[in-house]
């Protein structure tokens, strides 16, 4: 390659990632350069283009309009050349992915998952993230979410990987102590186990007397993910709605039992991977997608299916 092309696929690249970690030292210390040769880098930049694309003030790094385009069409062409290198090298996946999703979910499927994954992609380093939270994919700099549940509209990409029933249970020691609710109204009078991070009065949905219904919920313990909920309705605590995916194994040896399931019939929760558009998607995700694909295709329990409990 001429010296000429080095140098601006060099500039691309250090403005690239300027603006992905939105300052000159974030940058530098990601590029093992000092924050002198960024700059300097971007100034020889802006002055070949003769155009400014950034615009920096002691709060805040900006692009310009220009910039905005640059930084489009930059991208576009370092995939390119990255998409290149990985064919010429026999089609390896290489890099960082970042990884995002829930602590159950993540537990059960996503961890269990990498070590083939990473057999198949020896170039790559994966940063896995399990949170029951929504994580803002482009602030954390994550490349792929795996979600449940009804996505907001957020203008990501989503792809459904399969989906879980959720079911209402409790454990025998809780309804032997306050007893089984026969009808969804009846949870008024149960202590029920919520999720504090949701703003909205808590409510459960149910097909009852012929209509869906949504039956607010309270109780006495609020928590922030899935499997502390799950470990509060083993210990007694109260009456848990939860994925069936998470809960099969308790259900299976009595230790949880589900509750109101001829009016709990389509209580599904689709799961998606997520990612953000705006350009080629890159190998790593795709690769990371198409592996979980797989692997969900082969669970039983991501089919929405009943679980059973034994007698």
Known sequence: MPRVLMERSGEMEVFARVVQDGGFSAAARNLDLTPSAVSKLIARLEARLGTRLLVRTTRALTLTEEGEAYHHAAL??????????QE???????????????????TMFVAPAMPEFIVRNPYLI?????????VDLVAEKTDVAIRMGNLP??????????????????????????????????????????????????????????RDIAQPVKGSIAVNNGETM?????????IARLGLFHVADEIAAGRLIPLLEEHNPGDLELVHAVYVGGGPLPHRVRAFIEHMVLVLGQSPLLNGSTPHSEK
């Not at 994966?126 to 929504?134: C, N």
């Not at 959720?166 to 032997?176: H, I, M, T």
């Open 76 to 85: 576009k062409i370092l995939q390119d050349l990255n998409d290149a290198d």
């Open 88 to 106: 010429a090298a026999g089609g390896a996946v290489r890099g960082r992915l970042r990884i995002n999703t829930t602590i159950p979910f993540g």
């Open 126 to 134: 994966v940063d896995l993230s399990f949170t029951d939270g929504i």
């Open 153 to 210: 509209d957020s203008g990501l990409i989503a792809r459904r990987l399969g989906q879980s029933r959720r079911v209402v249970c409790a454990s025998p020691d809780y309804l032997a102590r306050r007893g089984s609710p026969q009808t969804p109204g009846d949870l008024e009078h149960h202590d029920c186990l919520t999720f504090n991070f949701r703003r909205a009065r808590p409510s459960w949905p149910f097909r009852f007397e012929g």
């Open 230 to 238: 799950k470990q509060m309705a083993l210990a007694g605590a109260g």
